[in-house]
């Protein structure tokens, strides 16, 4: 079992602060940075204490509301933004009624800008900070337009922080020995509008993490309208006093319009990712996940809820040769099937300037009109310039508790960083060598952080005392989980105490040869079946008593490999398992079994047991150890 470790003890936990920081190399795979285009208001910078910073435009349309643009994320150490979104603005929201009656694209019909932009206080932004909006726009009622100028503080910048972004104790498994504890809560900063139309007032708000993350919400609060109650028992629900006024139940189907921009690469790729379960294993069937590249334009519902996609720039590689991407999460989107456009979770299309809203697209240059349309009309095209409309739709089953005023409700979706750097963006300094199988000790009291290569595994007998384990330079209480209960001839179990434990005749073992298995813990009378680890291979079966106990004598398969591997016993009713480390050598090799010399010997014998006895001398110049089970 692969180990983490410290090299020395600590009596009382230390708290490793976030500030120390991870170098996240760059590489040559890269474009250079867009420039970005704003200054003044118009740009927002924002920088945490672990060395993410954030860059982008904003403005506020009189349709879409709250517009980002050139959205760059900086990891820490990296000198130059990387591009992520090139826009990103809510593209419609699509509401229709239960009743048939009603069906709204508030979008498009009203907006989230002009009149309809709300003027928020200083106490709602709380702690935040605001920004003014300045709007102009007409009106014409009548015959005759009227047009307005205001400027109003809209928008709220708001720092957030999220407990517990990462904690992670060195500590030995199944002790309870103080050791040094990484943890530190995550940082973050939100923006948000808020738009009134009509009864209902809705929030946009998009919130952007120190690791990279951005979420995207609506909140919808406000008031039920009167006109809403006109339902009946299978459309609406009773509100208020009695079962006589019943308010209507309605869909929000939130679609957000995302222009990707990964790294400012001209060539991008959209993957699908789904999972099934395939063949039995040794404990429970495994499960496949394979990669299908969107080629083109497309309509895309899940499989199932194992479903995920990400985007991709399959030129812009991360320090470990990896390529840079983004992926969607949905902690759940309801899909609304009453309308074509609102069927997919997803529609991927190319960068077209004209196709601006998912539905009643208001730009006379495009023939389309939505999302289907644009999906069709591109669907001959390789998809490299992706644009994502995201439906994160909520069916609002209006209840008593919406009155008054309704409490908000929030539908939301993120996109996260695959790969985007080589370690995550709030590793600290002391895991900075963590990259990959750690493969042995991590000294975090030492800066920067050193990983240490395992060490050959020794022979669990101490050379010249036959039969008597070497003591560990790190004891752990017989008790504590992970002892495997001590087993005989060093042949201790790195397993969960499960009651069950099992001990061999020798732990040098010789392919081909035989060795005797005792145990116990057992259900009594169940088969118990032994396998040779890691790549498992069946050594035979043996059936536990009527006290759960277990013996026999076992073959060594002739084709195990030599080198170390791990003989476990499983009960095949109660599914206890119990392991023991072996060292397998070839048959004819040489090997120490019981204190005496397989072959070559006494003289060579000898000459062997001075070879071991010097490497024993060579120890790593710390022994105490804080183990994470692997």
């Not at 998912?358 to 001959?380: S, V």
Request: glycine share 10%; hydrophobic share 35%; aromatic share 8%.
């Amino acid at each position: 079992m692969k180990k983490l470790s410290r090299a020395i003890g600590i009596g009382v936990t230390t708290l490793v602060a976030a500030a120390g920081l991870a170098i996240v190399p760059a590489t040559a795979a890269t474009a250079a940075p867009p420039p970005i285009n704003c200054s003044g208001d118009a740009l927002i910078e924002k920088s945490f204490d672990n060395g993410t910073s954030w860059q982008m435009c904003w403005r506020v349309d009189s349709k879409k509301g709250l517009v980002l643009e050139q959205v760059a994320v900086k990891a820490p150490q990296e000198t130059a933004y990387r591009r992520v979104l090139d826009s990103v603005y809510l593209g419609q929201l699509h509401v229709p009624y239960d009743t048939g009656k009603s069906l709204w694209n508030d979008i498009t019909s009203y907006g989230f800008g002009n009149q309809y932009l709300q003027k928020l206080s200083a106490a709602e932004c709380g702690d935040g900070a605001l920004r003014d909006v300045a709007q102009t726009w007409s009106t014409t009622r009548r015959g005759e337009t009227t047009t307005y100028m205001r400027t109003i503080p809209a928008l709220c910048i708001t720092d957030t922080t999220s407990p517990m972004a990462y904690r992670s104790h060195e500590q030995t498994w199944g002790s309870i020995e103080d050791a040094p504890l990484f943890t530190a809560e995550s940082q973050g900063f939100s923006l948000q509008i808020i738009s009134k139309v009509d009864w209902y007032e809705y929030a946009t708000k998009i919130e952007f993490t120190d690791e990279g993350g951005i979420a995207f919400d609506l909140g919808a609060t406000g008031d039920v309208s009167y006109e809403d109650f006109d339902a009946d028992a299978t459309t609406g629900w009773p509100i208020g006093a009695g079962d006589t006024a019943l308010a209507a139940s309605h869909w929000h189907n939130a679609i957000w319009r995302l222009d990707f921009g990964l790294d400012g690469q001209n060539a991008m790729a959209v993957e699908q990712y789904d999972s099934e379960l395939g063949e039995q294993g040794v404990k429970v069937p495994l499960m496949h996940t394979t990669a299908t590249t969107i080629t083109n334009p497309a309509n895309l519902a899940p499989v199932d809820d194992l479903t995920w996609w990400r985007v991709l720039a399959p030129n812009s590689l991360n320090a470990d040769g990896h390529e840079r991407s983004y992926e969607f999460v949905f902690p759940g989107s309801q899909l609304y099937a009453g309308d074509p456009v609102t069927q997919p979770l997803l529609t991927f299309t190319n960068y077209n300037a004209c196709q601006e809203y998912a539905t009643n697209n208001l730009n006379p240059a495009c023939a389309e009109k939505n999302l289907i349309e644009y999906a069709a009309t591109g669907a001959g095209q390789a998809l490299t310039d992706p644009v994502a409309w995201v439906n994160s739709g909520f069916h609002h089953v209006v209840r008593d508790e919406d009155q008054s005023p309704m409490q908000t409700h929030w539908q939301s979706f993120s996109i996260m960083p695959r790969d985007w750097t080589s370690q995550s963006m709030g590793t600290p300094s002391g895991r900075s060598c963590i990259n990959g199988d750690p493969g042995g000790e991590i000294h975090t009291d030492e800066s920067p952080c050193e990983v240490v290569e395992p060490e050959t595994p020794e022979n669990p007998e101490t050379p010249g005392t036959p039969g008597t384990p070497e003591p560990s330079p790190n004891p752990i209480d017989p008790a504590a989980p992970g002892d495997g209960g001590g087993d005989e001839d060093g042949g201790d179990s790195d397993e969960p105490d499960t009651g069950a434990s099992i001990s061999l005749s020798s732990t040098s073992l010789t392919a081909g040869g035989s060795f005797r298995l005792t145990g116990s813990g057992f259900t009594p009378g169940e088969k118990i079946e032994v396998t040779l680890h890691s790549d498992p291979i069946a050594v035979g079966t043996l059936t536990a008593d009527a006290a759960g106990a277990v013996s026999g004598s076992l073959t060594v398969p002739a084709a195990a490999p030599s080198g170390a591997h791990r003989i476990v016993a499983v009960g095949a009713d109660s599914g206890l398992e119990a392991s023991v480390d072996v060292t397998v050598s070839a048959a004819g090799a040489l090997a120490i079994t019981g204190g005496t010399l397989a072959a070559g010997g006494a003289a060579l014998g000898g000459v062997l047991l001075l070879l071991i006895g010097a490497a024993l001398l060579i120890k790593r110049r710390r022994h105490t150890q804080a183990v994470f089970a692997s």
